[in-house]
């Protein structure tokens, strides 16, 4: 069984451009997760989307996006980049539905760098 | 707020010998709780988790966690290391009821010498 994949692997952005980040997820799984994990800030959480609408929202601000597909694929949105956006962007996956007791399940990351 | 404590950023280990990582939480109900580990440039991979029943939970790669409700605590543990153990260790909690997000500690690495 595919895990949950990321495309591109690395990516490298000036500031004020924007970038668009892929998320497959496990077959079956119909919710996705959205974390940043950067450097002394730890893993935190940016957005949840279960079946094609967003559920959950961290505390980041508007100009991260996504959306979902009909297919459960997701991407994530950041207009106008920062230095401090750099980060890895993990994507994670569950078998969908409130009050789930399902873990997450991760992907290996897209790697942003802001020049 | 939902919290997680990792008190230990850094911990070294001899191959062969015992570890036990610490992870407090702060949750007003019985949370679900779980243990990810990172490997350099990589994901997060689900070691085990706890829900409910059993307070002792096993995992893969020879590792266990145990919930301690009276001390807000899920250490996870393995009895004998090795090399390729070393890896950064994050314990997370569920936002239970709502299933929303993880909320993870700071994250522990370890280091294994031989």
């Known amino acids: 069984e595919a895990g949950v994949t990321q495309s591109p692997t690395h990516l490298i952005k000036t500031r004020g451009q924007q970038v668009t980040l892929r998320c497959s997820p496990i077959?079956?799984?119909?919710?996705v997760y959205w974390y940043q994990q950067a450097l002394g800030l730890g893993l935190q959480f940016l957005l949840w989307?279960?079946?094609?609408?967003?559920?959950n929202r961290g505390n980041f601000p508007p100009r991260f996006s996504g959306r979902q597909f009909p297919n459960y694929s997701s991407e994530l949105n950041v207009n106008a980049l920062e230095l401090e956006d750099s980060a890895l962007y993990l994507c994670?996956?569950?078998?969908?539905?409130?009050?789930?007791?399902?873990?997450?399940?991760f992907g290996d990351g897209t790697r942003l760098s802001i020049l | 707020a939902q919290s997680v404590t990792q008190p230990d950023i850094h911990i070294t280990v001899s191959e062969g010998a015992s570890l036990e990582l610490r992870c407090n939480y702060s949750y007003g109900a019985t949370p679900y709780l779980f243990w990810y580990v990172q490997s350099p440039g990589q994901g997060l991979q689900l070691l085990l988790k706890y829900f409910s029943g059993d307070t002792l939970v096993q995992g893969i790669k020879g590792f266990e966690a145990e919930f301690k409700r009276s001390q807000s605590s899920f250490n996870l543990r393995k009895p004998s290391v090795h090399w390729s153990d070393a890896a950064e260790y994050f314990c997370a909690v569920d936002d239970t009821g709502t299933a929303s997000k993880l909320t993870f500690g700071t994250g522990t690495r370890l280091q294994v010498t031989l």
């Open positions: 077959s079956g799984h119909t919710s």
């Open positions: 994670a996956s569950r078998i969908g539905g409130h009050y789930s007791n399902q873990p997450q399940h």
């Open positions: 989307y279960d079946e094609g609408e967003e559920r």
